[in-house]
């Protein structure tokens, strides 16, 4: 009965650096959303993927952050050269299917750039 | 696009008091999620609330959906210590035709701090 998993829980990284952040949606969930924590902000929605599609990646940032949920393995948030702006808590949540299904939150990554 | 507004956005009270935490939108939403957030981890899930009108407890908790479905409320009876968190409301964003592009929209959220 695993949850969603997310790793790592904490990041540190100098600015220019890469990020990689990863996430397990729970068993039998086939739809994967990405969100973002900024201090003192709500979440936001980033990305929401399935298995080889990016559905919509409204949230994103145009430049340096990718995502991506290959047919084995986790989905892989990243980052490239990162900013401090980037620090942040990034949340992983998981559905078993689209529409009004609802999603389950994993613990989170806290990136922090130095 | 659509936004959820929640108040208060502090709430300081004493264990056993009552209160209650509103999630309002000019929108209509198929449903709207509640969720409790802990320091330093994810939000955990509480309740959907789907039809205009509904009604739904969980022990001490009761989530009221607005008839309208525009906003919806979180009573909590009795508060405990145990309580204390960060209160989210959450709902689809975009909804042609009744199918959710998938993506939620959150409020803000209310830091609820329950006082022994």
């Known amino acids: 009965n695993a949850g969603v998993m997310q790793n790592p829980r904490h990041l540190v990284r100098r600015r220019g650096q890469e990020a990689r952040l990863r996430c397990s949606p729970m068993k039998g969930h086939s739809h994967v959303y990405w969100y973002r924590q900024l201090p003192e902000e709500g979440l936001k929605f980033m990305v929401y993927?399935?298995?080889?599609?990016?559905?919509?990646e409204s949230g994103m940032p145009k430049e340096r952050f990718s995502a991506e949920f290959p047919k084995e393995g986790p989905s892989i948030l990243r980052i490239q050269q990162v900013v401090r702006g980037d620090s942040a808590a990034y949340f992983c949540?998981?559905?078993?299917?689209?529409?009004?299904?609802?999603?389950?939150f994993g613990p989170g990554t806290r990136l922090t750039v130095t | 696009t659509q936004l959820l507004e929640q108040s208060p956005q502090f709430l300081s009270i004493q264990e056993g008091e009552n209160l209650t935490v509103y999630c309002n939108s000019s929108s209509v939403f198929s449903s709207l999620q509640w969720y409790r957030q802990e320091p330093g981890e994810g939000p955990v899930l509480l309740v959907t609330v789907v039809t205009g009108g509904e009604v739904k407890k969980l022990k001490r908790l009761t989530f009221q959906f607005g008839d309208a479905r525009k906003d919806s409320s979180l009573h909590i009876t009795a508060a405990q210590t145990g309580d204390t968190g960060l209160y989210l409301c959450a709902g689809p964003a975009g909804v042609t035709g009744g199918t959710s592009y998938g993506k939620l929209t959150f409020g803000q959220g209310t830091i609820l701090t329950v006082h022994p």
């Open positions: 993927l399935q298995k080889e599609n990016i559905i919509d």
């Open positions: 949540a998981s559905s078993r299917g689209r529409g009004q299904d609802e999603q389950y």
